[in-house]
């Protein structure tokens, strides 16, 4: 059964970092894309981050280029996605998703497996 959970998240001020996880199981991850979602309160789903099944190729949404960085060790089964200079608007469940589309971006029609989320709150 494919698997993907989601852990790290937690409660840091603002300006602070966070290392988010994703440990799949149930499939060979060095054959998906893996990508980086939230969903804030009252607000629709968004695109964080996604990275090709090799790591060579990601992208990021505008609101987080140049402070999250998302990696992957397919030896370890684990997709990771480094927050740096976290904002209060970094504030959402953020969810990790599979697909074996190559051509997927960070639009999570592409996605069909999800993780269940971590919880990450900026706050001071």
């Known amino acids: 059964q494919l698997q993907l959970v989601e852990s790290g998240g937690g409660l840091v001020q603002p300006g602070g970092s966070l290392r988010l996880s994703c440990a799949t199981s149930?499939?060979?991850?060095?054959?998906?894309?893996i990508g980086w979602f939230r969903q804030a309160p009252g607000k629709e789903r968004e695109g964080v981050s996604s990275?090709?099944?090799?790591?060579?190729?990601?992208n990021y949404a505008d609101s987080v280029k140049g402070r999250f960085t998302i990696s992957r060790d397919n030896a370890k089964n684990t997709v990771y996605l480094q927050m740096n200079s976290l904002k209060p608007e970094d504030t959402a469940v953020y969810y990790c998703?599979?697909?074996?589309?190559?051509?997927?971006?960070?639009?999570?029609?592409?996605?069909?497996?999800w993780g269940q989320g971590t919880q990450v709150t900026v706050s001071s």
């Open positions: 998703a599979a697909t074996r589309d190559l051509i997927a971006d960070l639009r999570d029609v592409w996605y069909s497996y």
């Open positions: 990275i090709s099944i090799s790591g060579g190729t990601t």
């Open positions: 149930g499939f060979t991850l060095a054959t998906y894309v």
